[in-house]
């Protein structure tokens, strides 16, 4: 039956296109465009089970580790009133083994007045400690912030006559198991004549040393010998500072640049007509790197072209999975679609393999060994390559999906309307899935699988689960306690590094001020991050 004594935030009572648009736009913020007391919350399933060789932990423990908005003195460096007006779901962690064994929270989210009067969308950092109970930060910094000025002292790979750059839009990005950071950032045009100290580009933050190293920028030569446009989309980090990003270019070869009049403002430096790529560059190398697909390529195995990109994840052994977007080249059916592949670095495209796709991009060949359907949030990869996404068969209808390392075909996990039995509770029937994250490695330091999955119910309540491919249990849910306050919404799924190599998962979340109060009442309503560690 319906548990009617757990509470629900208004935002729970959406429909499931709602849900879907939610968690497009936090995730990374790159749409898959077309042409045409203690641990309240221990887990709540104790059973065993076996992908490879991972396993499912016995438990988690959860802790709030820190609160936006709270107006209270921080008591931990730097001190002073906590400077965090509001939080994205959009958090993310890392380690730094070269400051012996540093645990960073990289989180988005905007500065209270009180810190800076024009409230900029920010970049933070949390510093956490794991060693104590419960955990919390040590520190908390702030990275950089709309409106800040970048200078030679801040950034490197820009020419001094260039700098500083003041930011104007910082993208979600991504981290790798050593804290390190890649994103996008696009800078304001301060001069009155044309200027490249504008050009956006992909940048990688190094937090044991503060600085914003360069990887491309528009412009900048392209490893086809093509040059950078003014579009960089998801950008994706591995443990070896490589950086895979999507970006604009000029369609190959040495393209020049040039100018179009820009009303209000200084001419606008473009670059000439181009195609969207998939791009790897290697962090430690001046030169190099590879186009991994480009649009007007074939998705392998089909005469479907590609047009463009949406989100791409990578792995630590060169394995990636991107989505694409693609129309038909041949059949009657030449609406566009979406489709996934998976590949990896230094592979020729005609080894990389489609995982998903719209019934309109598979040939007869691949029928069976590739899911039907498309790829709107993103997929999600994983230790050895495997590879879980929500695949939609129709807009009413969707799958939670496991692709195995190396193997064909594929296995179903979940799907809408299915009664959502892991609660004991027939009545309720699962309604939306949100985009899954996969652990860096098993939990027993091995090649394997473990998923953590946001699941919304029909009933407007939420669950978070863990899965092995096999079996699958709740870790927490709508209604629980977590330090005492009842939590409404989990907002877990909307950044692939969600989850640590030591089995720690980071999420945000809402919860009651007061869990006698309104429900509804959005000043009853404080959004913190939260920190689950395995038993």
């Known amino acids: ?32 465009t077309m042409h045409g007391g203690g641990a309240a919350s221990p887990a709540l399933g104790v059973s065993q089970g076996r992908l490879g060789t991972g396993a499912i932990p016995n438990g988690y423990n959860f802790y709030r580790v820190f609160t936006a908005n709270t107006g209270a003195t921080l008591p931990f460096n730097p001190g002073g009133t906590n400077p965090v007006l509001d939080i994205t779901p959009a958090v993310f962690m890392g380690t730094d083994p070269s400051l012996g064994g540093i645990f960073y929270i990289y989180f988005h989210g905007r500065q209270t007045s ?11 950092l949390l510093n956490m400690d794991y060693t104590k109970t419960p955990p919390g930060p040590s520190f908390l910094l702030t990275l950089v912030a709309q409106g800040q000025s970048l200078g030679s002292g801040l950034i490197t790979g820009v020419p001094i006559g260039q700098l500083p750059l003041v930011v104007s839009r910082i993208g979600t990005g991504d981290s790798n198991s050593f804290g390190h950071y890649a ?18 580009g992909v940048y990688l933050f190094d937090a ?78 001046r030169h190099g790197g590879q186009v991994l697909l480009r649009s007007g390529d074939l998705i392998p195995g089909t005469t479907a072209i590609i047009r463009s990109f949406g989100f791409v994840d990578v792995a630590s052994y060169g394995q990636f999975v991107v989505q694409i977007g693609a129309t038909p080249a041949t059949g009657n059916d030449r609406r566009a679609g979406t489709a996934l592949v998976r590949g990896e670095v230094g592979q020729p495209p005609d080894t990389y393999q489609l995982l998903a796709a719209s019934p309109q991009l598979v040939p007869p060949a691949l029928l069976g060994q590739v899911a039907l359907g498309d790829t709107y949030l993103g997929p999600r990869i994983g230790a050895n390559g495997y590879v879980a996404y929500v695949n939609h068969m129709t807009s009413h209808h969707h799958r939670l999906i496991l692709a195995e390392a190396g193997a064909g075909g594929y296995r179903v996990l979940r799907t809408i309307g299915e009664a959502s039995s892991l609660l004991g509770d027939s009545l309720r029937r699962l309604g939306a899935l949100g985009a899954p994250v996969v652990a860096p490695t098993s939990l027993t330091g091995q090649s394997g699988g473990i998923i953590y999955t946001t ?52 999420f945000v979340a809402e919860f009651l001020k007061d869990a006698s109060g309104d429900p509804t009442d959005p000043n009853n309503i404080e959004t913190s991050i939260v920190v689950g560690i395995p038993t």
């Open 1 to 32: 039956m319906t548990d009617n004594t757990t509470p629900k935030h208004p935002r729970n009572q959406v429909t499931r296109r709602d849900f879907l648009n939610t968690m497009g736009t936090a995730l990374g913020g790159v749409a898959l």
């Open 114 to 124: 009180q810190a800076n009067a024009a409230e900029p969308d920010t970049l933070f």
């Open 183 to 200: 994103t996008t950032l696009s800078a304001r045009d301060t001069n009155a004549t044309v200027s490249l100290k504008s050009a956006p």
């Open 208 to 285: 044991s040393s503060g600085v914003w190293h360069k990887t491309a920028r528009f412009g900048d030569a392209a490893p086809d010998g093509s040059n950078y446009g003014g579009i960089f989309g998801d950008v994706a980090i591995d443990d070896n500072d490589n950086v895979t990003f999507i970006a604009a270019t000029t369609q190959g070869g040495s393209g020049s640049l040039g100018t179009k009049p820009r009303k209000g403002g200084p001419p606008e430096v473009v670059a000439p007509g181009g195609v969207h790529k998939l791009i790897h560059l290697p962090r430690h190398k």
């Open 455 to 506: 699941e919304l119910l029909s009933d407007g309540s939420s669950v978070l689960t863990i899965s092995d491919g096999t079996v699958t249990n709740v870790l927490l849910k709508s209604g629980d306690l977590v330090q005492g306050k009842q939590i409404t919404e989990i907002l877990q799924g909307y950044h692939p590094r969600q989850a640590d190599t030591a089995g720690r998962i980071a």
